[in-house]
T-cell receptor, first 114, second 112 residues
Framework: GEDVEQSLFLSVREGDSSVINCTYTDSSSTYLYWYKQEPGAGLQLLTYIFSNMDMKQDQRLTVLLNKKDKHLSLRIADTQTGDSAIYFCAEAAFSSGSARQLTFGSGTQLTVLP | DAGITQSPRHKVTETGTPVTLRCHQTENHRYMYWYRQDPGHGLRLIHYSYGVKDTDKGEVSDGYSVSRSKTEDFLLTLESATSSQTSVYFC???????????FGPGTRLTVT
């Protein structure tokens, strides 16, 4: 079955880089996602990566994918207090056409210290 | 932000009562999903829809039913609510040609 694992907590100093890690088990996953959730809010899609890619960069965000080890990471450069949130990684399985069932990790609580 | 609304946003109900949550989208996306979020579990898929009147089960579908009579609305029904269904429920949408899945603001349901 599918399983996605993340560490629960990460604390960093403002201005430092944050690296949030995720491991997944479904080798057939073709898309992997990172979402951000602020308190009391829904999930905001940050970025996603195709499984045939090694890296994707989008402004302060860098996603690295090691498909051999089934390891995904999200690096946030110059972390700000506004980046404090829960970050979820998710893998997609396709079914019923292009419906994408996402399997989520438990989330990593990022705390940015001043 | 994707045009997704959920109603109600908060609800408290008693064990054994029926509850219906509504998801409404203005994006005309084909696919709609219901997830629940519980501490330590991330989000888990309950049911999803791949078109009007076309639905299928997700990972945690027991005790839930869904209906989709038009593209913009996807209803989640708890026929007889139980305390284990206390959770935050999120609706999501996606379309055929893109890979993004967008989430609504959530409904916090408490079953007492």
């Amino acid at each position: 079955g599918e399983d996605v694992e993340q560490s629960l907590f990460l604390s960093v100093r403002e201005g430092d880089s944050s690296v949030i890690n995720c491991t997944y088990t479904d080798s057939s996953s073709t898309y992997l996602y990172w979402y951000k959730q602020e308190p009391g809010a829904g999930l905001q899609l940050l970025t996603y990566i195709f499984s045939n890619m090694d890296m994707k960069q989008d402004q302060r965000l860098t996603v690295l994918l090691n498909k051999k080890d089934k390891h995904l990471s999200l690096r946030i450069a110059d972390t700000q207090t506004g980046d404090s949130a829960i970050y979820f990684c998710a893998e997609a399985a396709f079914s019923s056409g292009s419906a994408r069932q996402l399997t989520f990790g438990s989330g990593t609580q990022l705390t940015v210290l001043p | 932000d994707a045009g997704i609304t959920q109603s109600p946003r908060h609800k408290v109900t008693e064990t054994g009562t029926p509850v219906t949550l509504r998801c409404h989208q203005t994006e005309n996306h084909r696919y709609m999903y219901w997830y629940r979020q519980d501490p330590g579990h991330g989000l888990r898929l309950i049911h999803y829809s791949y078109g009007v009147k076309d639905t299928d089960k997700g990972e945690v579908s027991d005790g839930y039913s869904v209906s989709r009579s038009k593209t913009e609305d996807f209803l989640l029904t708890l026929e007889s609510a139980t305390s284990s269904q206390t959770s935050v429920y999120f609706c999501a949408i996606s379309e055929d040609t893109k890979y993004e899945q967008y989430f609504g603001p959530g409904t916090r349901l408490t079953v007492t």
